[in-house]
């Protein structure tokens, strides 16, 4: 096997955990492109070790400004950078690891061109499920999740149909503040919201772990990955991370993926898949030194995003691009310190409450929402 492949959001948290993969295993991986936001620093770095044909950066300003360091690399920028490499007919795979919605125009020119997507951003299909997915089966590709939950799952299933599935369950760690008081979640500061026992990723999604929408947003994805109704995804705190995610069957038998928390694991599956190599050696798995596995159901009380997203999710249409756009907006306003971690739940009910939903949205009808969503938040509440 050799594959071609494109990581948009290299420079990102798992960008860089599915270079650490290609490192592992560079005979099997050509990297075709790679793309960054505003650390064009280390995509410089990344230039020099991989030496793709393409790269793209955020801004025309940072391209020429990266364009005086770099030869012989096509440089590109914005969204319709993200876009023209993802649609390259040369890539095998793309790796979608950009945050928030700058995911969702790539993702569709992948699939567009028949490229198979691994898909790290989990706003893609939050927004635009019913698109992205159709679009999928129309031309034949694979979506093939990284998320850890969801590639457990995608694991347990393989391809088995959504007919023989009782439920699905999606654990989460329960973040930071599993065991605080309403009280103590009410007055958290951005150090604490940051410091997440159990997995080290991006300031976004660690805040969305810290107040469980990060859990919500990945109820809308499984089902939209796995075309399972809303009743039937489960979500279980399990503070120790080792159960990644679990099917029960029509028969009753319960199939489960277990291992150390660690992205490599899924990023290497995802980029490796349907084959399977030794790749990243992680430490060898020892249940007894684990010792003890516990399990509980979330406090919608103290956790109350997670009900908002099963909510928008089960409303559908519009509904859980509005939920995103003003979760990420008010996430962001929260690490600014503009506002407390537990006005993001009370921002995202508002505007939730007075959206005018539109049952069957087109691709254009949800950036509009989107943008109208985020201006509505930021004007009304996170100014
Ligand atoms: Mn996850």
Redesign the pocket.
């Known amino acids: 096997m050799t594959r071609t492949i494109s990581i948009l959001g290299s420079t990102g948290s798992v960008g860089k955990q599915a270079l650490e993969v290609i490192d592992g295993l560079s005979e099997k991986f050509n990297v075709f492109a790679l793309s960054a936001g505003r650390n064009i620093e280390l995509l410089e770095q990344q230039i020099t070790n991989y030496k793709p044909q393409v790269v793209s950066v955020a801004t025309q300003k940072l391209a020429i400004e990266l364009g005086r360091k770099i030869k012989n690399t096509e440089i590109l920028w914005g969204q319709d950078g993200l876009k023209q490499i993802a649609g390259n007919s040369e890539n095998d795979i793309v790796l979608i690891a950009v945050t928030g919605l700058n995911g969702l125009e790539p993702a569709i020119s992948a699939i567009k061109n028949g490229i198979d997507i691994a898909l790290a951003n989990k706003e893609t299909l939050v927004a635009a499920g019913n698109i992205v997915t159709r679009l999928s089966r129309e031309n034949n590709t694979e979506i093939i999740p990284v998320?850890?939950?969801?590639s457990a799952i995608y694991q347990c299933i393989r391809r088995k149909d959504s007919s023989k599935i009782n439920k699905i369950i999606l654990t989460a760690s329960g973040g930071p503040f599993r065991t605080s008081s309403i009280e103590e979640i009410n007055n958290a500061d951005i150090e604490t919201t940051l410091a997440h026992p159990r997995w080290s990723m991006g300031d976004k999604i660690t805040v969305d772990s810290a107040t469980l929408m990060?859990k919500g947003l990945?109820v809308i994805e499984a089902h939209w990955l796995f075309g399972i109704d809303y009743n039937n995804i489960e979500v279980i705190i399990h503070p120790q991370s080792i159960v990644h995610g679990a099917v029960e069957f029509l028969d009753g038998s319960v199939i489960s993926q277990i291992g150390l928390p660690s992205m490599h694991i899924p990023v290497q599956f995802a980029l490796t898949y349907p084959e399977m190599f030794s790749g990243i050696k992680t430490n060898s798995f020892d249940l007894t030194e684990i010792a003890k596995l516990e399990f509980e159901k979330p406090d919608l009380k103290k956790f109350p995003c997670l009900e908002l997203a099963y909510e928008a999710g089960k409303k559908g249409g519009t509904y859980p691009a509005v939920l995103n756009a003003v979760n990420e907006e008010a996430v962001y306003a929260f690490l600014q310190r503009k506002i407390k971690l537990t006005d993001i739940a009370q921002i995202v009910a508002r505007v939730l409450d007075r959206h005018d939903v539109i049952e069957n949205p087109s691709f254009d009808d949800i950036l509009e929402v989107d943008k109208n969503s985020r201006e509505l938040a930021v004007k009304k509440h996170l100014n």
């Open positions: 998320d850890s939950e969801h990060n990945e």
